[in-house]
C-alpha cells in the first residue's frame, strides 16, 4: 500500500471511528463538556513522550485531557463496567497482556479526521493485536461497543474544531516530530463521576 493510499485508508476509517469516540464517550465536537459516566473503564498505553509537544493543546481542546486523561493510544473503549472488575478479572488482563512483548511505537506525522487532529502511531500492528486480544478474552466488550470491523489507533490531540485551528496546531507540532515511545504497559482507567483515574498497570512482556 503506498503512503497515499494509507493515508486516504486512515481518513476514510477514522472519520467514522472519530464519530464513534465522540458519541461513545458523551462528547458532541461542539460541545466542550464531558459527560463520561461514572463507572465507565478503558484501557490505555500512555505516551508521555508526547506530552511536551501536546499537552497545551489537549488541555485545550480534547475533553478526554480535561478530565484528565494524559497523552495515550486507546486499546479498548469501552471496557468492562467497573463493578464487574475483581480480582478474577485483574489476574485474566494480567495474563493477557503479560503475554504479549513490549514494543516501541514512533511518531512522525498527524492524521485528520473530520474536525479532529491527531498522530499517528507507527507500525501499528502491535497496538491492534493487544485491542484484539482483550476483545477475544471479552467478547462482550468490544472497542466501541462492536461499531466497526477495524479500530484505527491514534493519539488524539484535538476534537470538534475548524480546519483552521487543525492547521495551526498540526504547523506546532512539526518542529517536535519524530518521536519514539517505548510500551512497556498498559493501563486500567476507571472515571469515578468527575475525573479519569488510573486503576492498575499491566506489564507487557519482554
Given at each position: ?11 476514510e476509517e477514522g472519520a ?90 514512533r511518531f512522525e506525522r ?65 518542529a517536535r516530530l519524530p ?28
Open positions: 500500500m503506498s503512503t497515499s493510499t494509507a493515508i486516504a485508508a486512515f481518513s467514522a471511528l472519530a464519530a464513534a469516540e465522540l458519541t461513545a464517550c458523551g462528547v458532541m465536537a461542539d460541545d466542550s463538556t464531558s459527560a463520561f459516566q461514572a463507572g465507565q473503564t478503558g484501557l490505555i498505553v500512555r505516551i508521555p513522550e508526547a506530552e511536551p509537544a501536546v499537552r497545551g493543546w489537549r488541555e485545550q481542546l480534547d475533553p478526554s485531557a480535561q478530565a484528565g486523561v494524559p497523552a495515550h493510544v486507546t486499546v479498548l473503549f469501552p471496557f468492562l463496567d467497573e463493578s464487574r472488575i475483581d480480582a478474577l478479572v485483574h489476574s485474566a488482563l494480567a495474563e493477557v497482556l503479560g503475554s504479549r512483548p513490549a514494543f516501541d511505537l498527524c492524521g485528520r479526521f473530520p474536525g479532529v487532529l491527531c498522530l499517528v502511531p507507527e507500525p501499528d500492528t502491535q497496538l491492534r493485536q493487544l485491542t484484539q486480544a482483550i476483545a477475544d478474552r471479552w467478547p462482550e466488550a468490544p472497542p466501541y461497543g462492536g461499531r466497526f470491523d477495524e479500530i484505527v489507533p491514534h493519539l488524539t490531540i484535538a476534537q470538534g474544531q475548524e480546519d483552521t485551528v487543525l492547521e495551526e496546531i498540526e504547523a506546532d507540532l512539526a518521536f519514539t515511545s517505548r510500551i512497556s504497559s498498559v493501563e486500567l482507567i476507571v472515571h469515578d463521576g468527575t475525573k479519569w483515574q488510573e486503576r492498575a498497570s499491566f506489564v507487557l512482556g519482554e
